[in-house]
């Protein structure tokens, strides 16, 4: 089936920004304070995953028990934590190619958007200073269901007034990979194919991608 690409939504993290170090750090942080260790490939399970289910799976690694009360209050000082690492982050922190792959949609009037499940995303493109990037940023504060369901980006095509069958998304996750598929829009992995093998086309980063090239591959 072929594409015709109208506008572009992009996950946040592992596409424009890495902020998966940072919550690796905290969630670690967290492991370490309940008394077991957390490791790098634990950290692989947590990845596109809601912050609830998150401290489920790191309470499993660990096999602790905590009171609905408890559970609360460590994913409150886990998002603490996390939040002062980003607090940290700059415009050096944005991966390789993606501005220019913004900047190259911008010059040919292609609108984009963010959807990103991350309640902390406008206060990261604050920091990165993108802010003023998007014509929509859709984030964990506007949605109600997780990816792979496709509302994060159906929101984004909804709010740029283009069908959703006119959208590329690039999606780093799996999960949201099957959220781009969901949603009928033409979907770019980013990252390794064994992984995202499911996407229409995957890319190592958006520094493999141009707009020109995006429009051919969509079209064949």
């Not at 911008?106 to 963010?114: K, R, S, V």
């Not at 990037?133 to 283009?162: C, N, Q, R, Y």
Request: net charge negative; with cysteine.
């Amino acid at each position: 089936m072929t594409h015709i690409i109208k506008a572009c939504i992009f996950d946040l993290d592992g596409v424009i920004v890495d902020t998966a170090k940072y919550h690796f750090l905290a969630w670690r942080r967290l492991a370490d304070e309940l008394g077991f260790s957390f490791t790098e490939q634990d950290n692989e399970r947590l990845k596109g995953v809601s912050r609830v289910r998150s401290l489920e799976i790191l309470l499993e690694i660990g096999d602790l028990t905590l009171s609905p009360e408890e559970q609360e209050a460590a994913a409150a000082r886990k998002n603490r934590w996390y939040v002062e690492y980003i607090d940290q982050m700059d415009r050096s922190e944005i991966l390789p190619g993606a501005e220019e792959f913004l900047n190259e949609l911008n010059d040919h009037g292609i609108p984009f958007a963010l959807g990103s499940a991350s309640k902390n995303a406008p206060r990261i493109l604050r920091r990165i200073g993108l802010e003023n990037a998007f014509a929509a940023v859709i984030d964990g504060t506007k949605v109600s269901k997780a990816k792979p369901d496709p509302e994060v980006f159906l929101l984004g095509a909804a709010e740029m007034g283009i069908p959703a069958e006119n959208c590329a998304v690039f999606e780093d996750a799996e999960a949201g990979v099957e959220a781009g598929l969901r949603a009928g829009m033409y979907t770019v992995g980013v990252g390794e194919p064994e992984v995202l093998g499911k996407a229409h086309r995957v890319i190592p980063g958006l520094a493999a991608v141009t707009w020109e090239d995006l429009v051919q591959k969509a079209q064949q």
